[in-house]
């Protein structure tokens, strides 16, 4: 779980950094616009005057152009983590539904679910307080179950959906992997 409040506790930082530097910006903004007013109040044509009036209007450019995008990319993410957050939900669904449907007993559901999490048997037998031969003999009536051979096939059960159908291996990539499916 720290992996995951760690990186969302980053999330939230770096916007919050890009607003601290845009605030900076725009205050730096405001005394070059005043500096370059006061210039051209005192004498209109003179060149220093000129040339701070446009690095004014270039800096007040950047601060709002920045800010339209610090505004998109918060926007942006936060539909990933809404959208996220769905699929979080979806996949949950779907593995629920899906252990259902192949019979798996409370006990086997909840070993199941920690091999999709990616523990090992040491790692489930410990949480579960079951001894390692019993986990094992769990995920290999899992795996029976679902007609698949081991973790591997049992994670990309549940991963397949989520990839795009019309997948393609270019020319030397099919002929290494019909090499391999000989072997």
Known sequence: MTGKSSRASGDRRQPLALAAVLLLQGIAAVFFVGD?????LLDPTAPEGMLE?????????GVVLSGLQLRTALERLATQERTLDTARGKLSDVIATQFQAWGLTPAERDVGLLALKGL???DIAALRGAAQGTVRAQLTRIYAKAGVSGRAQFGAWFVEDLLEDDLTLAPNETT??????RS
């Open 53 to 61: 009036s446009l690095v004014a209007l270039a800096l007040v450019a």
């Open 120 to 122: 090992d048997v040491a």
């Open 176 to 181: 290494a992997a019909t090499t391999a499916e």
């Open 36 to 40: 370059a007013v006061g210039d051209m």
